[in-house]
């Protein structure tokens, strides 16, 4: 698959910082850095950091792993409400009865809460407080808008 040019930035940058840490010569840093904008593949750009080591708390990483834990999450919760109020529907559909659905929605919901409690617990309190602040802001602009005022 082609890089795209924002590809090939983050790789020339993730290069100076090896070349800033002692790592790579200037020599070394140039032809790389050559080599990363002339990439065709990104397997061109991953062979240039083969013998460099790898940071995988790199803040880019780090942050795309926490949007896909929440992204799960979410997931996980709309899937528990679709199938659970779809389970309770047929229930009432059928004349109610003992109440079957309650199993599925006990265990699945015990796994959502656990999925959500393990997620909170280890997300770092960075990640946490940028969510925080960012649904405050989504909240008081969605406020602004409903009274009709600009945001200030």
Not at 19 to 25: N, Q, S, T, V
Not at 52 to 64: F, I, K, M, V
Not at 66 to 78: E, G, I, N, P, V
Not at 85 to 107: D, M, N
């Amino acid at each position: 698959m082609r890089p795209s040019d924002q590809a090939r930035q983050r790789a020339a940058d993730a290069l100076q910082t090896h070349y800033a840490e002692g790592r790579l010569d200037e020599a070394e840093l140039e032809r790389r850095v050559e080599r990363a904008y002339a990439a065709r593949t990104r397997a061109d750009l991953k062979a240039l950091f083969r013998d460099l080591p790898w940071n995988p708390r790199s803040r880019d990483r780090a942050e795309g792993f926490w949007r896909f834990q929440k992204s799960m999450l979410r997931t996980h919760a709309a899937a528990y409400v679709g199938v659970n109020g779809g389970l309770v529907g047929i229930w009432a559909l059928t004349g109610g009865g003992e109440f079957w659905p309650a199993e599925s929605i006990a265990g699945w919901g015990a796994f959502l809460g656990g999925h959500w409690a393990i997620l909170r617990a280890a997300m770092p309190a960075r990640a946490r407080r940028r969510s925080a602040s960012a649904g405050s802001l989504r909240r008081a602009t969605a406020s602004a808008r409903q009274l009709g005022r600009p945001r200030t």
